[in-house]
T-cell receptor
Framework: NAGVTQTPKFQVLKTGQSMTLQCAQD?????MSWYRQDPGMGLRLIHY???????DQGEVPNGYNVSRSTTEDFPLRLLSAAPSQTSVYFC????????????FGQGTRLTVV | TQLLEQSPQFLSIQEGENLTVYCNSS?????LQWYRQEPGEGPVLLVT?????EVKKLKRLTFQFGDARKDSSLHITAAQPGDTGLYLC????????????FGEGTQLTVNP
């Protein structure tokens, strides 16, 4: 069972470069989210989606774009990478009810130099 | 300011000791969840509490949801080294619909 698949696992970018973090889920979940995790900050919500074609901003959306053209995929784009975006990024998916379990990918460790 | 405040942020104890982790907010939640995260992995769900005052037990772990649905606690009895990890509470406030937000986490280390 694949669950939530994130690629790549590791990435080093130079300041100003752009890139896309990929996230795919095979559980037919409507809700998908992107989080970043920094030491002592837990998980902070970047963007989320409640279904194909619908996205909304989370707590820390600046510098990131998302789109949701299919139920399965939810890519996160860094437009112009900055050192402050050095972090571990997690994608999650879950079913509609608010008490549903969130399933996470293994994370992408991004370093911006 | 985090919507969910966890305390303590770090906890280092000896095997066999008991501990409690707290998750507090000024907002009302329809449900709260507790996740555990190991290094290099994503968080994994431990439990969901839905009803105010609810208590759930998972072996040596006891979870409680506050009567007003604004806070929760995780109590571990006779901690073991295998309990070491990052514990995160999470929830969606009743006013925010589908946004699942997390606390800062509690890093627990249980020494043999």
């Amino acid at each position: 069972n694949a669950g939530v698949t994130q690629t790549p696992k590791f990435q080093v970018l130079k300041t100003g470069q752009s890139m896309t973090l990929q996230c795919a889920q095979d559980m037919n979940h409507e809700y998908m989210s992107w989080y970043r995790q920094d030491p002592g900050m837990g998980l902070r919500l970047i963007h989320y989606s409640v279904g194909a074609g619908i996205t909304d901003q989370g707590e820390v959306p600046n510098g990131y774009n998302v789109s949701r053209s299919t139920t399965e995929d939810f890519p996160l784009r860094l437009l112009s990478a900055a050192p402050s975006q050095t972090s571990v990024y997690f994608c999650a998916s879950r079913d509609r009810p608010m008490y549903s379990e969130a399933f996470f990918g293994q994370g992408t460790r991004l370093t911006v130099v | 300011t985090q919507l969910l405040e966890q305390s303590p942020q770090f906890l280092s104890i000896q095997e066999g000791e008991n501990l409690t982790v707290y998750c507090n907010s000024s907002s009302v939640f329809s449900s709260l969840q507790w996740y555990r995260q190991e290094p290099g992995e994503g968080p994994v769900l431990l439990v969901t509490v839905v009803t105010g005052g609810e208590v759930k037990k998972l072996k040596r772990l006891t979870f409680q949801f506050g009567d007003a649905r604004k806070d929760s606690s995780l109590h571990i009895t006779a901690a073991q080294p295998g309990d070491t990890g990052l514990y995160l509470c999470a929830g969606a406030p009743e006013t925010s619909g589908s946004r699942l937000t997390f606390g800062e986490g509690t890093q627990l280390t249980v020494n043999p």
